[in-house]
Structures are given as structure tokens and as C-alpha cells.
């Protein structure tokens, strides 16, 4: 089978197997690696081999850039110091509690071992993201881990390739050395994602074009992990500070059209570049497996156990712990729940499997020592630690009382119950100077009172209802219209463009239904 063959089968085994995962209301990335490794056994399906500098390239940056676009600059500013405890020290301490189970357990070299921990230290933002999106978390928690996965991983990826160097007979250096040298590379990292996200939101603040904005935002986060890779900088951080600053400004900088095209390409965009790598985390089995000489099954399987059960332990251990001893400030602190939360959602993905895969096969002449086991470990730590929280990080939420999906709803209606009051103190504002149009002002008054008892109906619980009812005529009187475009379609008796248009607008009408439910 050819590689577009491939590329498309993969694809229809991504629409396939998420559609199953959202139908269930398992976790799309679990029923993805799962299913990923049920293709990966299954003799005479596509199994491709996954090249790390693809992931690190083509996967990596506009990830971490979609997930950082749509972070909160003051929400990660309030929670920094949470954030960055657990993006620094749980990382460290990660990484040397691996090495010392792989180490004594497994019987690989300190080195490796150290290898190995750097892999597995960092949680993945595209595995933590996918899964509180769907189990409801609170806000708090979704905010803490995914500033802690968006930074880690330029911690992550730092120590690792400290690690190689070592492993390959290089010389890490002193402890003071190793500091300045991370705080060099973050903070040259930080200082060119900014740079290009500042360049590039000048770009598409002039561009008025929506295909333009697209392309524009589409190639800033390779605009800012490119350049940072090869000056020796965090192209990770990079594009992280780049996709923040970017969203944070995105009202400034970007029409409305542009914006809601842009925003609806990262979505599409996001969803497949996940699918398609979950699902290439899934198939890289039989790749894995067959480097593997002179072990039996049973006793990998066993080395595989203990390493994700300390990788899990420790994020446990910590979360319990540090936060009760740490001073933090007062809205960074956390309840026990929380800590028992946010302990068990550290999920591994794509990241971490890459950085196994490219590990060097030698060096100085000598193949890399136990190279073969160090990716199945890494392999299957990851599935691990994302199908086992994956599956029960929903009723755990639920049991601490953690689940806020009813907190949001109101969140939600308080957040346009007074953007509305806004909106209708200004019309008022204008409607006192002269030359405005009293028909206008009174049109305008009317919608606006008409939203806004809309959304007092639906902070009244006994009305419910009756809005649910209100919801499902509307959604049905959008239909009928639906149906008629239908019609005149056939009738070719409309312009196809004048067409389209109004599909747009009832596909926004039916978006707008459908946020209000």
C-alpha cells in the first residue's frame, strides 16, 4: 500500500474511531490509541513507521500553538506558581525516579535510564487538553494542567537532550551550568516567540482577506519554532509564548470574519493533527516490538508495569504533598480534591513517544544500550497513562465533586447576562445624540430585550422547560428553511453564491441555537 494509500486509510480510521469515542463518551484519544493498536497487530493493515522529526515538525508546533491560542494569559499569570512547580520540580523529580526503577528493575545502564526519564517527565498538552475538554473538569484544574503541559514539555525536551548527551559520552556539566544554560534556552525561546507573534499580528492586522489571516496564523507557529530550534533556543516555548500572545490580542488584531474562519480552521486542524497522531502512537507496535531481542514477553510487560506505576506515583506523591508544604499564594492553593485530580491526570502522548523514537541508534560506534526497551517502556507507559486516567478521570471528578459543567452553564449566562446590560447602556448613550434613527435605536432595543430575557428565562430553573421546547422548534423552523434552500438548489433559479450565504447564516443561527442550550 502506496503512502497516500496510507495517509487515507489512516484518516478514515481516525474519523471512524473518534466518532465511536464521542458516540460511547470514552475519551476520543483513548478509543484512537487503542484502536491505533489494534491496527498495528492486525496483519495486512498499514502500519507505518513514525519519524520523529515528524512529530517534532509537522505535529509539535501547531499543537501546542492551538492549545496556547486558546489559554488565558491572566488565568496562567494567576496560577504561575502552581504551574511552574509542577513544570520544573515534578519534571526532575520524574525523571530521576524513572531512572532508578528503570535502572534497578529493568537492569538498563544509569544513563539510558536518565534517557528514559526525560522521555516519560513531561505530561502532553494535546492529551490533556483532548481529555478535560470531554470529562468536564473544573476550570481551575483545566487551567493549571494545561499551562503545566504546555510549559513542561521545554523542560522535558531540555533535560533530554542533556540526557543523550551524556548517554553518547558527552559531558553535562556542572549543576550551576546545567541552571543557566535551561534559563538561556527558555528565555530565548520566550523572547523570539514574541518577537514573531508581535510580527505576524501586525501581518494580520492589515489583512483583510479571511484566506490570508488563515495563512498568516497558520504559519506562525512554525515562524517561531523553526528559527528557535536552530539557534539552539525552546522552539517548544517559542510557540507557546507565540500562541499566547496571540490570543490574548486576537480582539485587537483580527476582524470578526477572520477571526471565526481562523478559529474554526484551528479546530478542524487540531481535531485531525490529534486523531492522526494518537492514532500513529497506536500503530508503532509491531515497529517497537521487533527491536526488542532476548527478553520474554511476560518480564517487559512486568518492566512496563513498574515504570508507569512510578511515573504515576510520583505525580500522585507530589500533587499531595508539595502543595500543602509550598508557599503559595492564596488563589493558588489547592484542596485535596484538586490535588487528587489534577495527581491523576498525567497524561503522557505523542511527545514523549517522539523523543523516545529519536534517540540515536549508536554512538561513538557502539549501539545505544537497550534502545529497543527504553522505546517499548516509553510506549507503553504512555498508552497507560492515557487510557487508564482517560477512562476513569470522569467518575472521579464526579465523585470529588469536581465536575462543573452546571457552573459553567451559569458561568456562561452571568457572562452574557451583562455583556447584554452593556450593550443596551450604550445604545442608550447613543440614542441621545443627534441624527440617529429612533426606527434604528427602537429595532436594536427590541433584539437586545428580547436577548435578555431570553437569558433570564434560562437562569430561572422552572422555565427550563419551556426553553428546551422554545430550542427544539427553533431548531426545526431552521430546518424548514434548510429545506427550501434545498429546493431552490434544484430549481437553479438562485444564484449558487446567494445560496451559499444563506447557508452560512442558518448554520450560524442553528452554532448560536446550539451554544444557548
Same mark, same amino acid.
Given at each position: 500500500?502506496?503512502?497516500?494509500?496510507?495517509?487515507?486509510?489512516?484518516?478514515?480510521?481516525?474519523?471512524?474511531?473518534?466518532?465511536?469515542?464521542?458516540?460511547?463518551?470514552?475519551?476520543?484519544?483513548?478509543?484512537?490509541? @487503542?484502536?491505533?493498536?489494534?491496527?498495528?497487530?492486525?496483519?495486512?493493515?498499514?502500519?507505518?513507521?513514525?519519524?520523529?522529526?515528524?512529530?517534532?515538525?509537522?505535529?509539535?508546533?501547531?499543537?501546542?500553538?492551538?492549545?496556547?491560542?486558546?489559554?488565558?494569559?491572566?488565568?496562567?499569570?494567576?496560577?504561575?506558581?502552581?504551574?511552574?512547580?509542577?513544570?520544573?520540580?515534578?519534571?526532575?523529580?520524574?525523571?530521576?525516579?524513572?531512572?532508578?526503577?528503570?535502572?534497578?528493575?529493568?537492569?538498563?545502564?544509569?544513563?539510558?535510564?536518565?534517557?528514559?526519564?526525560?522521555?516519560?517527565?513531561?505530561?502532553?498538552?494535546?492529551?490533556?487538553?483532548?481529555?478535560?475538554? &470531554?470529562?468536564?473538569?473544573?476550570?481551575?484544574?483545566?487551567?493549571?494542567?494545561?499551562?503545566?503541559?504546555?510549559?513542561?514539555?521545554?523542560?522535558?525536551?531540555?533535560?533530554?537532550?542533556?540526557?543523550?548527551?551524556?548517554?553518547?559520552?558527552?559531558?553535562?556539566?556542572?549543576?550551576?551550568?546545567?541552571?543557566?544554560?535551561?534559563? %538561556?534556552?527558555?528565555?530565548? %525561546? @520566550?523572547?523570539? !516567540?514574541?518577537?514573531?507573534?508581535?510580527?505576524?499580528?501586525?501581518? &494580520?492586522?492589515?489583512?483583510?482577506?479571511?484566506?490570508?489571516?488563515?495563512?498568516?496564523?497558520?504559519?506562525?507557529?512554525?515562524?517561531?519554532?523553526?528559527?528557535?530550534?536552530?539557534?539552539?533556543?525552546?522552539?517548544?516555548?517559542?510557540?507557546?509564548?507565540?500562541?499566547?500572545?496571540?490570543?490574548?490580542?486576537?480582539?485587537?488584531?483580527?476582524?470578526?470574519?477572520?477571526?471565526?474562519?481562523?478559529?474554526?480552521?484551528?479546530?478542524?486542524?487540531?481535531?485531525?493533527?490529534?486523531?492522526?497522531?494518537?492514532?500513529?502512537?497506536?500503530?508503532?507496535?509491531?515497529?517497537?516490538?521487533?527491536?526488542?531481542?532476548?527478553?520474554?514477553?511476560?518480564t517487559l510487560i512486568g518492566h512496563a508495569l513498574a515504570v508507569a506505576a512510578v511515573t504515576i506515583g510520583?505525580?500522585?506523591?507530589?500533587?499531595?504533598?508539595?502543595?500543602?508544604?509550598?508557599?503559595?499564594?492564596?488563589?493558588? #492553593?489547592?484542596?485535596?480534591?484538586?490535588?487528587?485530580?489534577?495527581?491523576?491526570?498525567?497524561?503522557?502522548?505523542?511527545?514523549?513517544?517522539?523523543?523516545?523514537?529519536?534517540?540515536?541508534?549508536?554512538?561513538?560506534?557502539?549501539?545505544?544500550?537497550?534502545?529497543?526497551?527504553?522505546?517499548?517502556?516509553?510506549?507503553?507507559?504512555?498508552?497507560?497513562?492515557?487510557?487508564?486516567? !482517560?477512562?476513569?478521570?470522569?467518575?472521579?471528578?464526579?465523585?470529588?465533586?469536581?465536575?462543573?459543567?452546571?457552573?459553567?452553564?451559569?458561568?456562561?449566562?452571568?457572562?452574557?447576562?451583562?455583556?447584554?446590560?452593556?450593550?443596551?447602556?450604550?445604545?442608550?448613550?447613543?440614542?441621545?445624540?443627534?441624527?440617529?434613527?429612533?426606527?434604528?435605536?427602537? #429595532?436594536?432595543?427590541?433584539?437586545?430585550?428580547?436577548?435578555?430575557?431570553?437569558?433570564?428565562? #434560562?437562569?430561572?430553573?422552572?422555565?427550563?422547560?419551556?426553553?428546551?421546547?422554545?430550542?427544539?422548534?427553533?431548531?426545526?423552523?431552521?430546518?424548514?428553511?434548510?429545506?427550501?434552500?434545498?429546493?431552490?438548489?434544484?430549481?437553479?433559479?438562485?444564484?449558487?453564491?446567494?445560496?451559499?450565504?444563506?447557508?452560512?447564516?442558518?448554520?450560524?443561527?442553528?452554532?448560536?441555537?446550539?451554544?444557548?442550550?
Amino acid at each position: 500500500m502506496g503512502n497516500a494509500e496510507v495517509f487515507v486509510f489512516l484518516l478514515l480510521a481516525v474519523a471512524v474511531l473518534a466518532g465511536l469515542g464521542l458516540r460511547s463518551g470514552v475519551p476520543y484519544p483513548v478509543t484512537l490509541v @487503542v484502536g491505533g493498536l489494534v491496527i498495528g497487530l492486525v496483519p495486512g493493515l498499514p502500519s507505518p513507521a513514525l519519524d520523529p522529526d515528524v512529530v517534532f515538525f509537522a505535529f509539535l508546533p501547531p499543537l501546542l500553538y492551538s492549545a496556547a491560542f486558546t489559554a488565558s494569559a491572566y488565568e496562567l499569570r494567576a496560577h504561575a506558581q502552581a504551574i511552574v512547580t509542577l513544570a520544573t520540580g515534578l519534571v526532575i523529580l520524574t525523571m530521576a525516579a524513572v531512572a532508578a526503577v528503570a535502572h534497578s528493575v529493568a537492569g538498563i545502564p544509569w544513563a539510558p535510564a536518565l534517557v528514559l526519564g526525560a522521555v516519560l517527565a513531561p505530561t502532553d498538552p494535546v492529551s490533556a487538553a483532548a481529555v478535560l475538554h &470531554r470529562v468536564g473538569a473544573s476550570a481551575r484544574i483545566e487551567t493549571i494542567l494545561e499551562g503545566e503541559s504546555l510549559v513542561n514539555d521545554g523542560t522535558g525536551l531540555t533535560a533530554y537532550k542533556l540526557a543523550v548527551a551524556v548517554a553518547i559520552g558527552g559531558h553535562a556539566g556542572s549543576a550551576g551550568h546545567v541552571g543557566l544554560k535551561f534559563a %538561556g534556552v527558555a528565555a530565548g %525561546g @520566550v523572547a523570539i !516567540g514574541l518577537a514573531i507573534a508581535w510580527l505576524f499580528g501586525r501581518l &494580520r492586522s492589515i489583512v483583510s482577506e479571511p484566506s490570508l489571516d488563515v495563512t498568516l496564523s497558520l504559519v506562525t507557529p512554525f515562524a517561531a519554532y523553526v528559527p528557535a530550534e536552530r539557534v539552539g533556543a525552546s522552539g517548544v516555548l517559542a510557540t507557546v509564548a507565540a500562541g499566547v500572545y496571540i490570543g490574548t490580542r486576537s480582539l485587537d488584531l483580527v476582524e470578526a470574519s477572520n477571526r471565526l474562519r481562523t478559529l474554526s480552521f484551528w479546530e478542524s486542524a487540531s481535531f485531525l493533527l490529534n486523531g492522526l497522531l494518537f492514532v500513529l502512537i497506536g500503530v508503532q507496535v509491531p515497529h517497537i516490538v521487533s527491536g526488542i531481542a532476548g527478553e520474554r514477553p511476560g518480564t517487559l510487560i512486568g518492566h512496563a508495569l513498574a515504570v508507569a506505576a512510578v511515573t504515576i506515583g510520583v505525580r500522585m506523591a507530589w500533587t499531595l504533598i508539595v502543595p500543602a508544604l509550598w508557599p503559595l499564594k492564596r488563589d493558588d #492553593r489547592t484542596s485535596v480534591p484538586e490535588r487528587i485530580a489534577l495527581g491523576w491526570s498525567g497524561m503522557r502522548g505523542g511527545v514523549s513517544l517522539a523523543a523516545a523514537l529519536a534517540i540515536p541508534l549508536a554512538a561513538h560506534g557502539a549501539p545505544f544500550a537497550d534502545r529497543s526497551e527504553i522505546i517499548f517502556l516509553a510506549y507503553a507507559t504512555v498508552v497507560l497513562t492515557l487510557v487508564v486516567p !482517560g477512562l476513569t478521570l470522569a467518575p472521579l471528578l464526579r465523585r470529588l465533586g469536581l465536575s462543573e459543567s452546571d457552573a459553567r452553564r451559569h458561568a456562561k449566562s452571568e457572562a452574557r447576562l451583562r455583556i447584554t446590560h452593556a450593550a443596551l447602556e450604550r445604545l442608550e448613550q447613543i440614542a441621545a445624540e443627534d441624527g440617529v434613527s429612533e426606527a434604528a435605536v427602537a #429595532r436594536l432595543r427590541d433584539r437586545y430585550e428580547a436577548r435578555l430575557h431570553r437569558l433570564q428565562e #434560562r437562569a430561572d430553573d422552572e422555565r427550563r422547560a419551556h426553553l428546551r421546547d422554545a430550542s427544539r422548534l427553533h431548531g426545526e423552523m431552521i430546518e424548514a428553511e434548510r429545506d427550501v434552500v434545498r429546493d431552490m438548489r434544484r430549481e437553479r433559479a438562485f444564484p449558487a453564491d446567494v445560496l451559499r450565504e444563506l447557508e452560512r447564516e442558518l448554520d450560524l443561527e442553528e452554532s448560536r441555537l446550539q451554544a444557548r442550550a
